[in-house]
Nanobody, 122 residues
């Protein structure tokens, strides 16, 4: 069975940093594009960042570019999202997802984690 399990969310103040982790099992991790998505109250789910299978290509939403960094460790079947200079508008549930290609549409992703809450206060 394929499982993606996020961790590392919690409470933070504006300007703080958090590091999210997503541990994958039940799949050949190195064959999958990994993405981080978030969904805030009253808003649609949006792509935050994605990383290619070998980690050589990445994408960031304009709202997080320069503040967030996505990385992966294929030996540990884990993808990370380092979030620096957090803002209140970063508050959302964050999800990791996997796909065999390199899509930006969340509907194209095959597997999803359960999500981890990130709350940023001012």
């Amino acid at each position: 069975q394929v499982q993606l399990v996020e961790s590392g969310g919690g409470l933070a103040q504006a300007g703080d940093s958090l590091r999210l982790s997503c541990a994958a099992s039940g799949l050949t991790f190195s064959m999958y594009t990994m993405g981080w998505f978030r969904q805030a109250p009253g808003k649609a789910r949006e792509l935050v960042a994605r990383i290619s299978r070998a980690g050589s290509a990445g994408f960031y939403a304009d709202s997080v570019k320069g503040r967030f960094t996505i990385s992966r460790d294929n030996a540990r079947n884990t993808v990370y999202l380092q979030m620096n200079s957090l803002k209140p508008e970063d508050t959302a549930v964050y999800y990791c997802a996997a796909n065999l290609r390199y899509p930006s549409d969340p509907g194209e992703y095959d597997y999803w984690g359960q999500g981890t809450q990130v709350t940023v206060s001012s």
